[in-house]
Structures are given as C-alpha cells and as structure tokens.
C-alpha cells in the first residue's frame, strides 16, 4: 500500500527550470532518506541526488551538481527537486524513491513523471 505520488514534471526549454514533487503515503518514513533518479530509453536508471531524514546531508550526481536542488518536508511526507537551467540532456523519466543509500536506490519507486527539455 506503500505509494510515492509525483508530479512537477512537463516540457520547457533549455536554461528553464521546473520543480519536482513526490509525496509518500500508505507507509511509516520515519528516518528514511528519500532520493531522485532518471531514466532515459535504452539507458540505465541513474542516480540524481538523495536527501537523509534531517536534510542535514545531500548527494548529487556531477551531472546536476550546481543547477538541482533536493529538499524535504517530512511533515508533509514529501520531496522535491528543484531543476534549474535544464539542459535538453535531462530529459528523462523522473523516479522518486524512498529509502536510497547515497546514490544506491531503497525499495520504493513512484511512478514516474516525463522531463523534456527542448533545445
């Protein structure tokens, strides 16, 4: 009954930004890490960025270090990524998932929401 719900997702062109949001639900996240990873057709998941429980440490792929920004309101039970001067390369399906260990995936996925960045 675990859910990640995301959204935020879309089309823009390169140098816009858009915001990601997943929000858990159907489970306890007490103290869990929460973390982004994309994924393009033909190509493996990769990891974006991850967020421990107290936001207190965060871990970025070199690829977006600099221009995306993970953040958390565990009150909310949520996570967000906020994507700055986006490059069409970042166009990919988006994956919030719960539990990661830095860059390692946890067990939970969302369903993922489509990033496409115009040229």
């Known amino acids: 009954q675990v859910q990640l719900v995301e959204s935020g997702g879309g089309l823009v062109q390169a140098g816009g930004s858009l915001r990601l949001s997943c929000a858990a639900s159907?489970?306890?996240?007490?103290?869990?890490?929460m973390g982004w990873f994309r994924q393009t057709p033909g190509k493996e998941r990769e990891f974006v960025a991850s967020?421990?429980?107290?936001?207190?440490?965060?871990y970025y792929a070199d690829s977006v270090k600099g221009r995306f920004t993970i953040s958390r309101d565990n009150a909310k039970s949520a996570v967000y990524l906020q994507m700055n001067s986006l490059k069409p390369e970042d166009t990919a399906v988006y994956y919030c998932?719960?539990?990661?260990?830095?860059?390692?995936?946890?067990?939970?996925w969302g369903q993922g929401t489509q990033v496409t960045v115009s040229s």
């Open positions: 159907g489970g306890t996240f007490i103290g869990f890490a």
């Open positions: 998932n719960t539990g990661p260990t830095i860059d390692r995936p946890g067990n939970y």
């Open positions: 967020i421990s429980w107290g936001s207190s440490t965060t």
